[in-house]
C-alpha cells in the first residue's frame, strides 16, 4: 500500500448514475459511488433512503434500471450473488445468513464446497485454512463448533470470514453494529480498522452518526435515493450528519426538562421469573417506577429483560414475588386487566406482538379497545367509529400511510412504530412499558418517539424504558437500573450516569476485578 | 366512507381475491379437457378433439339448463356450503380442520339418532330437535379436538383426521346395532319420516337450501363485523399479538373449533333430513373432504365458498347429463374437482402461468395449510 492511497488512487470499485425504480419509487435516483482499496466507506442514510437497493444491486439481488458498476475500471455485469462473490464483493448482512446447527466450517464453506472428488466435501483442508485464516485477525476459531453456540459477535467474525475466505476484495457491512454491545462494537471496529491496513475496501452501512464518524474514511449521506452530500469525517459532525440526512434540522437529543416523580406507580418487589425453556432467568429483581419519572433499564440483550418486561405486562408470570401497580396487586394480571388499569405497551418485536401486519391499520389501532364503546355496541363492531379514531390517530401521530385501510405491513418501520405509539399512549395511561422503541428506526422516527415518551412523563406517567441501546437509556432515564445475568445490579441517577460506568455494569455485573480493570483501559 | 364507496372497494377487493380461484379453475378445465381428448379413443375409439366441448356443454345444460337442474345444484350445495364454512371459520383462527367429514357424520348419525326418538312426533317438533342434535353432536366431534388443541397442544390437524375413522366407526356400529330399524335387510335405519325435511322448490329443493343460504351472511357478519370474529380472525393471523392484546387464543380456538363442528353438523343433518331419508353405513359421501376444496377455492371468505360450492354443486348435478351426452364416466366430475384442487394448491405455478402479481398482501389464512406440515403452530 503507498501512503498516497486516499484520492490519487483509483477506485477498485465504482458505481455510475444507478438508477433502480420500484413501482411507484424511484429507490435510487442516479447514485454514484466511489470504493477504493484500504479505505472504509460508510453510507448514511435514514431506513427506506436506499442504502440497501444500492448494495442489492451491488451484490447481484437487483437489476439496475439505468447506470453501471466499474471493478478497476473495467465495466462488469452482475446478475447474481454468485457473480459477486466471483468478482470479490461479498456482503455481511444485518440478520445473518448462517445455519445456526451447521458448525463454523460448514457454514463457511456452505455453496462453495471444496470437494475431495466428485461426491465428498474436502473438510480437512477447509478446516485447517479457517483456523489459520482466524489466528491471523488473533481469533481462536474452533471450526467444528456449532455456529448456533456462539454468541452474537463472533457470529458475526464467521460472517467476515467467510467473506474473506472466498477472497473478497469489497466487503458490505450492513448495520453490522445493530446487534453489539459497546463492547463488542469496539471490537468490531479493531477488526475492521485491520482489513482496511490489509487493502480491503470496506463498506459500512449505518445509522448511527457517531459510528460513522468514528471508523469511515469517506461518509456518503443518502436520502430519498439521492447522494445528497459526501463529508470526511474530519471536516464535519453529529448536526451537520444528521440534517444532511433527514433534509431538516434535527434535535439529537431531547430537551427534557427536570422529572417531578411523584408517587409509586409501579412496585416490583423480588420477582423471579422462567424462561419459555423453564430456566430461571430473572432473579429477585426489585424496583420502581414513579409517576413522572423515565426508569431505564440498560443491559445486553438476553440478561432476562424479555421475561421481565413479559411478568411486567402480564404475558409471562413471576413465581416468586409481587408487582404493584399504584398499590394493586397485579402479579398475576392478564394483559387485558393492565390494560384496563392503564398500562400501555410497546412491545419490543413489534411485528410479532405489536401488529396483525395483514390487518388495516384502523383494526390495529383499536387492537385493545377493539371490544367495547365507542368501538364496538355489543358484540358488533362499529366501523365507522374505528374508522374515524384511526383517522384522527393517524394525524396526531403524523403515521405516514395512503390511508386507515390499508394493511399495516404496507408501512415502514418507522411508521408500523408510531402506529404502536399512537394506541399505546392515548388514554388514560399511568404505565408505560417501552421495550426497544426504537430499535431498527431511523432518526427522524426516534426523534419522534423519544418526544412523545417525555411529553408523557411530564404528564405524570411512569415510564419503564428497557433497550439495549445504550444511548437511548442514557438520554431519556431519569433513573437507570442495569441488568446482569438476570439481577439488576445497580441503580444510578440518570444525569449523572457515564457511558462507560454503564457500559462497564452491563458486561460484568460491577465484580470488582482484573477484567474490569482491563475493560476500562479499553474504553478510555 | 360512504355506504357506495364502501360496495366499490369491496367489489375492487374481491375481484383481487378472486383471480386467482378463476384462473385456477379455468386451468383445471383445460387440463380435464386435456385429459379427456387423451381417453375419447376409449368412448368413440378414435381421437375426438371436441369431445371436452361436448362433455362442457353438457355438463352445463345439467347443472342449469332446466328448474330441475338449477335446484339440483342448489340442492349439491347445500352440505357444500355448510361444511366449506366449517373448514373456511377454521383457516381464519389459522385452524386446519380436516375433521369436518367426520363432524359431519356424527351430526348426520346424532340427527338421525333424535328423529327416530321422534319419529311420531309432530314435525314442527321433531325436525327442529333432530337438527339441534345434529348441530350439538358436530359440535362435539369439533370440540374435542380444539380443545385437545388448545390445551395440550395436540395438532387438530392429526386429532380430526383420527377422530374422523371414529365417527365412521361408530356410524357403522350404530346403524347395525342400536339404531339398525326393524325390518331391513341390511344395515341401516328406519325412514326417518317425522323429521325429513319439507321440500318447498321444485322436485327436491328441501328447507337445508335456506339453512345453508342463511348461513352464509351469518357467518360473514360473525367474522367480519362482530367483535368474537375480530377475535378469531386476530387469533388466526398472529397468535401473538392476539395474546398481547388481552384476547385468550386458547379459548378461541375451542370456540372456533366447535363452531366448525356445529356448521359440519348441520351440514351432515340437513343432506340426511333432506336427502337420504335414513341412516346407512355407507351414508360418507366425500361432503366433508369436498369442503375443504371448496374453502379454499373461496379464500376462507363465506362469500367464496358459496360460489365454491355452487360451482362444485353444479359439477356434480352436471354429471349425469355429461355421462348420457358425451359418454363420460360421472368420475371425470371428481377428477376435475382433484384438479381444481391441486392447481389452487399450487398457487405459484398460476401466478406464473398467468402473470399475476401478487395481490398485496398474502391470504394468511391460508397459511394455516402450509403451517399444518410442520411449520409454526399457533398454541
Redesign the interface.
Known amino acids: 500500500m503507498t501512503p498516497e492511497v486516499h484520492n490519487p488512487a483509483p477506485a477498485l470499485l465504482e458505481m455510475r448514475g444507478i438508477t433502480k425504480r420500484y413501482p411507484g419509487v424511484v429507490a435510487n435516483d442516479a447514485i454514484s459511488l466511489e470504493i477504493r482499496a484500504g479505505e472504509i466507506h460508510a453510507l448514511l442514510g435514514e431506513n427506506g433512503a436506499g442504502k440497501t437497493t444500492l448494495m442489492n444491486v451491488l451484490y447481484g439481488l437487483a437489476a439496475p434500471d439505468e447506470g453501471e458498476i466499474l471493478m478497476e475500471g473495467q465495466a462488469i455485469k452482475i446478475a447474481s450473488p454468485h457473480d459477486a462473490i466471483e468478482r470479490g464483493i461479498s456482503m455481511v448482512h444485518q440478520h445473518f445468513m448462517l445455519v445456526p446447527v451447521l458448525s463454523v466450517a460448514d457454514n463457511i464453506l456452505l455453496g462453495d464446497e471444496p470437494m475431495k472428488n466428485l461426491v465428498f466435501v474436502d473438510r480437512s483442508v477447509a478446516s485447517a485454512r479457517i483456523r489459520e485464516l482466524g489466528a491471523s485477525f488473533g481469533w481462536e476459531i474452533d471450526p467444528e463448533r456449532p455456529v448456533g453456540q456462539l454468541s452474537v459477535g463472533w457470529q458475526q467474525r464467521v460472517e467476515i470470514l467467510k467473506a474473506i475466505y472466498r477472497n473478497a476484495k469489497v466487503l458490505v457491512l450492513d448495520e453490522p453494529t445493530a446487534v453489539l454491545t459497546p463492547q463488542e462494537t469496539r471490537e468490531i471496529f479493531g477488526v475492521l480498522r485491520r482489513l482496511k491496513a490489509e487493502g480491503y475496501a470496506i463498506v459500512f452501512i449505518s445509522h448511527k452518526l457517531y459510528e460513522v464518524l468514528e471508523i469511515a474514511d469517506t461518509i456518503t449521506v443518502i436520502r430519498r435515493g439521492k447522494v445528497v452530500g459526501s463529508r470526511e469525517p474530519a471536516a464535519t459532525n453529529e448536526d451537520d450528519l444528521a440534517e444532511l440526512m433527514v433534509g431538516r434540522e434535527v434535535q439529537l437529543t431531547v430537551d427534557r426538562g427536570e422529572s417531578h416523580p411523584a408517587g409509586r406507580m409501579l412496585e416490583v418487589e423480588g420477582i423471579s421469573v422462567n424462561d419459555d425453556r423453564g430456566r430461571e432467568v430473572v432473579h429477585d429483581v426489585s424496583f420502581e417506577v414513579h409517576a413522572g419519572e423515565i426508569f431505564g433499564i440498560a443491559g445486553v440483550a438476553g440478561n432476562g429483560q424479555d421475561e421481565l418486561v413479559g411478568a411486567v405486562t402480564g404475558l409471562r408470570r413471576a413465581h416468586r414475588g409481587t408487582i404493584r401497580l399504584g398499590g394493586d396487586d397485579v402479579t398475576r394480571a392478564d394483559p387485558r386487566r393492565l390494560h384496563k388499569m392503564g398500562v400501555g405497551f410497546v412491545p419490543g418485536d413489534r411485528q410479532r406482538f405489536g401488529l396483525v401486519l395483514s390487518f388495516p391499520l384502523a383494526d390495529n389501532l383499536v387492537l385493545n379497545d377493539y371490544y367495547h364503546a365507542p368501538y364496538a355496541r355489543g358484540l358488533v363492531r362499529d366501523d365507522d367509529a374505528i374508522l374515524r379514531a384511526a383517522e384522527a390517530s393517524i394525524a396526531k401521530y403524523d403515521v405516514r400511510t395512503p390511508s386507515a385501510t390499508v394493511p399495516s405491513q404496507t408501512l415502514s418501520g418507522g411508521n408500523q412504530q408510531k402506529l404502536i405509539v399512537a394506541r399505546e399512549f392515548e388514554g388514560d395511561v399511568r404505565l408505560l412499558v417501552l421495550d426497544q422503541p426504537t430499535r431498527g428506526l431511523d432518526v427522524g422516527s426516534i426523534e419522534f418517539i423519544h418526544r412523545q415518551a417525555v411529553a408523557r412523563r411530564d404528564t405524570g406517567v411512569a415510564i419503564l424504558l428497557i433497550s439495549a441501546e445504550l444511548d437511548e437509556v442514557l438520554e431519556l432515564s431519569d433513573r437507570i437500573g442495569v441488568m446482569y445475568r438476570g439481577r439488576i445490579v445497580e441503580v444510578l441517577d440518570g444525569r449523572s450516569a457515564s457511558r462507560e460506568e454503564v457500559g462497564l455494569l452491563m458486561a460484568t455485573g460491577g465484580r470488582t476485578s482484573g477484567i474490569q480493570e482491563q475493560i476500562v483501559e479499553t474504553a478510555s | 366512507?360512504t355506504a357506495g364507496a364502501r360496495v366499490v372497494?369491496a367489489l375492487q377487493r374481491g375481484r383481487a381475491v378472486a383471480l386467482v380461484p378463476a384462473l385456477s379453475i379455468a386451468l383445471a378445465l383445460v387440463i380435464g379437457a386435456v385429459i379427456m381428448i387423451l381417453s375419447s379413443p376409449l368412448v368413440s375409439g378414435e381421437f375426438d378433439p371436441t369431445l371436452p366441448v361436448t362433455a362442457y356443454l353438457a355438463m352445463l345444460s345439467g347443472a342449469f339448463g332446466s328448474f330441475d337442474g338449477v335446484v339440483r345444484t342448489l340442492v349439491n350445495a347445500t352440505p357444500l356450503v355448510l361444511a366449506g364454512l366449517a373448514v373456511g371459520i377454521g383457516f381464519k383462527a389459522g385452524l386446519f380442520n380436516i375433521g369436518a367429514q367426520g363432524q359431519f357424520l356424527i351430526g348426520a348419525l346424532t340427527a338421525a339418532a333424535a328423529a327416530l326418538a321422534l319419529n311420531d312426533a309432530s314435525p314442527f317438533v321433531a325436525i327442529p330437535v333432530a337438527l339441534l342434535a345434529g348441530m350439538l353432536g358436530g359440535l362435539l366431534w369439533g370440540f374435542v379436538p380444539g380443545a385437545l388443541k388448545a390445551y395440550t397442544g395436540a395438532h387438530e390437524v392429526v386429532v380430526t383426521i383420527m377422530m374422523n375413522y371414529v365417527a365412521l366407526a361408530v356410524l357403522s356400529w350404530a346403524v347395525s346395532g342400536p339404531l339398525r330399524g326393524q325390518n331391513v335387510t341390511f344395515a341401516r335405519t328406519d325412514d326417518l319420516v317425522g323429521a325429513s325435511l319439507p321440500i318447498f322448490l321444485g322436485r327436491d329443493g328441501h328447507i337445508g337450501l335456506l339453512i345453508a343460504a342463511v348461513s352464509v351472511p351469518l357467518a360473514s357478519w360473525l367474522l367480519y363485523?362482530?367483535?368474537?370474529g375480530?377475535e378469531i380472525?386476530?387469533t388466526g393471523?398472529?397468535p401473538?399479538?392476539a395474546?398481547?392484546?388481552?384476547?385468550h387464543p386458547r379459548k378461541l380456538i375451542v370456540f372456533t373449533m366447535s363452531l366448525c363442528g356445529l356448521l359440519a353438523g348441520l351440514a351432515g343433518a340437513s343432506q340426511l333430513l333432506g336427502e337420504v331419508g335414513y341412516m346407512t353405513a355407507s351414508f360418507s359421501t366425500t361432503v366433508g373432504f369436498d369442503a375443504i376444496a371448496v374453502a379454499l377455492l373461496g379464500r376462507a371468505h363465506p362469500v367464496g365458498i358459496l360460489f365454491g360450492a355452487l360451482l362444485f354443486g353444479a359439477m356434480q348435478a352436471g354429471s349425469g347429463n355429461m355421462q348420457i351426452l358425451a359418454g363420460l364416466p360421472v368420475q371425470m366430475v371428481g377428477v376435475l374437482q382433484a384438479t381444481i384442487l391441486l392447481v389452487l394448491t399450487a398457487e405459484v405455478v398460476v401466478r406464473r402461468l398467468f402473470r399475476v402479481q401478487a395481490s398485496?398482501?398474502?391470504l394468511?389464512e391460508l397459511a394455516s395449510v402450509s403451517r399444518s406440515y410442520g411449520g409454526k403452530g399457533t398454541g
Open positions: 366512507m372497494a363485523r362482530s367483535t368474537i375480530f380472525r386476530t393471523a398472529n401473538d399479538a395474546r398481547y392484546a388481552g384476547m398485496g398482501p398474502e394468511v
